[in-house]
């Protein structure tokens, strides 16, 4: 079965990182079984041609080397299949933000410079401005209907559709814009370290012992209350990990996605652990002060996170969805078997982007401050 979809900064910024975020969280990151679909894409001598999601076949002379993205999370995993951002010339304002006030920064500070007046908040591609970007592909999505993809294809520009929540669509992207930049073997070495960290995770959920605790993860916290229901990335990760999502679960909430709750309903779940997500600018003490909370084991036993945000969110899938699956297993099952995870996102960082991240990156990534007056958080503290 393949798994489903989906130093500190100033505070100021750090959570301008999560305002430009705000736009994704409502999609419904739908889980997928089965065998893996492999993208249709070939590369040789005489060009490169793929197949995009929405079954349109797309051929280039030579790999790309001006690529615009609109869809939020494309950016990001673009810079990582290229191990660079000097082939990325657009990308969507959320993106950007998140790039710019993040740790993409600090990696690749050309990033920052890169044009991102390509798209509205609707995806509406800004035709003009991502034709003076002379781009030899735009990334954009392939099912929000065909009124953002035709005025790209209108103009003469090629357009790479692209779905997105599961964890098969992200090794399809990553496939993909592999191919087009003429890297194919950096997906296979991506998709199967990604295949061999999930292995991993499921062999230490294997050998965890006691009772499964309730996780519920938060899409929205601060102005009203989303939560990941089923068929969710979230709710994927939850239970890879060995613990029980009560929004999926027999009195879980109606319908997949991210579904909109009450306080009344979360205090009846009763959640050993909560999960603050990167898509609302909510922190652990927003739910330990708020006297409302006070009766929820998670907040009697403190034991509310919120989730890291590195090269891109962990919330949803990405490249560095590995380094959550870790994160969480531990979160959920505190112990220092295995290597600490500080090593782990090191040796990711320096794959993915070529970057050996400080000690003070790590605390900015895993939100140490933040998280640091959270139980057991002191496993992912510096040695």
Avoid at 50 to 79: C, E, H, K, N, W
Avoid at 169 to 181: G, K, P, V
Wanted: aromatic share 8%; proline share 7%; hydrophobic share 40%.
């Amino acid at each position: 079965m393949s798994p489903p979809a989906f130093g500190e900064l100033p505070a100021i910024s750090r959570r301008s990182v999560l305002r430009g975020a705000a736009l994704l969280g409502g999609l419904g990151l739908l889980s997928a079984c089965g065998s893996r679909a492999e993208p249709a894409a070939t590369t040789a001598a005489g060009g490169i041609t793929v197949q995009d999601q929405r079954g349109t076949t797309l051929t280039f002379d030579r790999p790309v080397t001006r690529i615009v993205t609109l869809p939020m999370p494309a950016a990001s995993l673009a810079i990582a299949v290229d191990a660079s951002a000097d082939h990325l010339v657009g990308m969507n304002e959320a993106s950007f933000t998140a790039i710019r006030d993040g740790i993409m920064a600090t990696m690749f500070p050309r990033a920052t410079g890169i044009a991102h007046d390509v798209a509205g908040q609707d995806f509406t591609p800004n035709v003009e401005s991502i034709l003076a970007l002379r781009p030899d592909v735009v990334v954009q999505w392939a099912d929000e209907g065909t009124g953002i993809i035709a005025p790209l294809e209108n103009a003469g520009l090629k357009v790479l559709g692209v779905t997105y929540g599961t964890q098969d669509d992200l090794d399809t992207w990553t496939t993909l814009f592999a191919t087009i930049l003429g890297k194919p073997d950096r997906a296979k070495e991506m998709i199967s370290r990604s295949d061999a960290a999930l292995r991993e995770v499921k062999a230490r959920t294997a050998k965890v012992a006691g009772a499964a605790p309730k996780v519920l993860y938060f899409n929205r916290f601060s102005a009203g209350l989303k939560v990941a229901g089923p068929r969710t990335y979230n709710d994927f990760y939850i239970r890879l990990v060995g613990a029980e999502n009560p929004a999926s679960g027999p009195t879980g909430v109606r319908g997949p996605g991210m579904v909109g709750v009450d306080v009344e309903q979360v205090l009846g779940w009763d959640p050993d652990i909560v999960l603050l997500g990167n898509f609302d600018e909510a922190m652990p003490d927003d739910v330990y002060g708020d006297a409302v909370w006070g009766p929820v084991s998670a907040v009697r036993s403190r034991r509310v996170y919120k989730v890291p945000l590195g090269g891109y969110r962990w919330d949803p899938p990405g490249q560095e969805s590995p380094l959550m699956w870790r994160w969480l297993s531990r979160i959920v099952f505190p112990g220092d078997d295995g290597r600490p995870l500080r090593d782990d996102v090191r040796d990711a960082y320096g794959f993915l982007y070529g970057y050996r991240p400080t000690d003070a990156d790590l605390g900015r990534i895993l939100w140490s401050e933040v998280n640091g007056g959270s139980a057991g958080y002191g496993q992912f503290d510096a040695r």
